[in-house]
Nanobody, 121 residues
């Protein structure tokens, strides 16, 4: 069983910063993509930012210039540094993992349990 455990969520004021962490554990041969999705109340889930093994970063336009995503391949961790937060950033953020459990295995998706981020005065 492969799991993703998030941490770092909480309350932040508009304009403030927050750093999310996600740790993957279990039988993992290689990780193809790690990153973050979010879902606000009454809205669909959207991609925030992901990073693949080549370092390519995919992100939502609204986050441009306001984030940094990074990973620690040796520890199977991914981080999301979020700056200049806005109230509309309030959402449940969950970690996304696309991995290969064993050599010659198929790519498999795992989601974290989610961590709440609230941007409010």
């Amino acid at each position: 069983q492969v799991q993703c455990v998030e941490s770092g969520g909480g309350l932040v004021q508009p304009g403030g910063s927050l750093r999310l962490s996600c740790a993957a554990s279990g039988t993992i041969f290689s990780i193809h993509v790690m990153g973050w999705y979010r879902q606000a109340p009454g809205k669909h889930r959207e991609l925030v930012a992901t990073i693949n093994n080549s370092g390519f970063i995919n992100y939502v336009d609204s986050e441009k210039g306001r984030f940094t995503i990074s990973r620690d391949n040796d520890k199977n961790m991914v981080y999301l540094q979020m700056n200049s937060r806005k109230p509309e950033d309030t959402a449940d953020y969950c970690c996304y993992l696309l991995y290969q459990g064993r050599r010659n295995g198929v790519a498999t998706t795992t989601w974290g349990q989610g961590t709440q981020v609230t941007v409010s005065s």
